[in-house]
């Protein structure tokens, strides 16, 4: 299935490479011999400024970028202090890593200062010896290097009934992707002992909401990590400094910041945050409990929402994709509201549980139409649309809190190049 799959991709990018080499050396020509001599040269720009630089000292010794990049992340639903969402700019994102200052953030009760020196990790209840992890202790121990995404479950929360947010980081800002480096828990658990009735974890912060979930043994032995470091520095304190908690491919209010405790249970322990709140509703009015992996899903970043294209054109289409559940195994894009699927490339080898861009090269020719993207990973699993999604879900009224919302995004472009977001 794949291989022909992969054949007919490679076919179709030629093809469209092909158009669009002829699109552009196409249009009216002159031979070099009716082209006036001084035309045959580009003139070559006055000598740049001879004003001196700033020195580097002026950063504070912390680099610091231009200040022509104004790209920054968006507090929601409020734009105050008090806040407690920020949004990373995706349409702003270069390649497929989001810097730290861009990473989104959430927490539910301010973001403590905590020095790492008075900081520990305490592992205990049904283990073979209780311990404590200093940061030095964690540290001195074997570490790993991944890159993975982390996205909140109520990213696109507002967009189950209605377009309501008009742009990419309104709807699907609640994701950011970092290569984070830290201890695993495996590791921990061979320091510890783990008893074999031991099949739920406690995971729980240190921040003035005592943040709590209960995690599955069995994920935190496959890959579950105590991170200290985020792209190359130490955590930044709204993302959990001095550690947290990463599990890859899981929703992201169970990757636990400013954590300090795991504890070690025969049985979760449900929590206020997984049982009044990250429960799924269902159509038959049920909820359903720790359904903690983050379904394969894709969003079209360029174009989109509050973009207007100049004109007809040749454009090259661009987003991210990604999966919960492993690796993107291909990711397809339409060009007239899901009637017609094509190929996209991707331009890295897909990562487990991390995000990979695409691109499309798309020539507009100015007629009202609607871009979509789908993801498909390695499970088989195909991302579905609003209306399969809400066949499953029910319709829970208008102030119901659905989760994890994963369905096909649309881009509506009109005739003025003006994008919008829609249901298509």
């Given at each position: ?8 991709r ?6 469209a ?6 699109a ?12 006036p ?22 950063d ?13 992340r ?8 008090h806040?407690s969402?920020s ?10 890593i989001?810097?730290s200052?861009?990473h989104f ?16 990790l305490?592992v205990?209840?049904?283990?073979g ?10 540290r001195?121990l ?7 995404f982390?996205e ?10 209605k ?7 309104g ?16 590791t ?17 912060g ?33 993302q959990?400094?001095p ?10 209010n ?32 049920r ?7 983050m379904?394969?899903k894709s ?12 004109g ?7 987003g ?7 690796r ?6 339409s060009?007239?509201?899901g ?18 861009r ?5 020539t507009w020719?100015?007629t ?16 579905p649309?609003r209306?399969?999604l809400?066949?499953i879900?029910?319709?829970?009224g208008?102030?119901?809190s ?11 472009i ?11």
């Amino acid at each position: 299935m794949f291989a022909t799959r992969d054949a007919d991709r490679r076919r179709f990018l030629f093809a469209a490479g092909s158009g669009i080499a002829a699109a552009l050396s196409a249009g009216p020509t002159l031979a070099d011999d009716a082209v006036p001599a001084g035309a045959r040269h580009f003139d070559v720009p006055d000598d740049p400024t001879k004003e001196q630089g700033r020195p580097v000292a002026a950063d504070g010794g912390y680099g610091s970028r231009s200040q022509f990049e104004k790209a920054v992340r968006v507090r929601y639903p409020t734009p105050n202090e008090h806040t407690s969402w920020s949004l990373t700019p995706l349409a702003a994102l270069v390649g497929n890593i989001t810097p730290s200052g861009l990473h989104f953030e959430r927490h539910h009760g301010g973001i403590p200062t905590i020095d790492p020196d008075h900081h520990s990790l305490v592992v205990h209840g049904l283990v073979g010896t209780p311990k404590r992890f200093s940061m030095d202790d964690l540290r001195r121990l074997p570490s790993v290097t991944r890159k993975h995404f982390i996205e909140c479950s109520g990213n696109g929360l507002t967009e189950w009934k209605k377009p309501t947010l008009k742009n990419v980081q309104g709807t699907h800002g609640l994701l950011s992707t970092s290569e984070w480096t830290g201890v695993l828990f495996s590791t921990l658990a061979r320091e510890v002992g783990l008893q074999e009735e031991g099949v739920w974890v406690l995971a729980e912060g240190a921040d003035a909401a005592v943040m709590t979930r209960s995690i599955p043994m069995e994920k935190l032995l496959k890959d579950g990590i105590i991170a200290y470091g985020q792209n190359g520095e130490a955590i930044r304190p709204e993302q959990g400094y001095p550690m947290r908690l990463l599990l890859p491919g899981y929703e992201g209010n169970t990757h636990i910041k400013w954590l300090r405790r795991l504890e070690v249970s025969d049985k979760p322990f449900m929590t206020r945050e997984e049982t009044s709140k990250y429960t799924d509703l269902m159509g038959d009015g049920r909820a359903r409990l720790f359904s903690l992996d983050m379904d394969a899903k894709s969003v079209i970043t360029f174009p989109s929402g509050e973009m207007r294209l100049p004109g007809p054109g040749i454009y090259n289409v661009t987003g991210f994709a990604w999966s919960g559940r492993g690796r993107v195994q291909a990711v397809d894009v339409s060009l007239d509201a899901g009637k017609t699927w094509y190929p996209a490339y991707l331009g890295s080898t897909p990562e487990p549980m991390c995000t990979v861009r695409f691109t499309f090269p798309w020539t507009w020719d100015g007629t009202p139409t609607v871009l979509q993207s789908r993801c498909l990973d390695e499970t088989g699993y195909v991302q579905p649309t609003r209306q399969q999604l809400l066949a499953i879900r029910g319709d829970h009224g208008p102030s119901a809190s659905i989760y994890h919302l994963n369905a096909i995004q649309s881009w509506s472009i009109a005739s003025t190049g003006e994008v919008s977001n829609v249901h298509a």
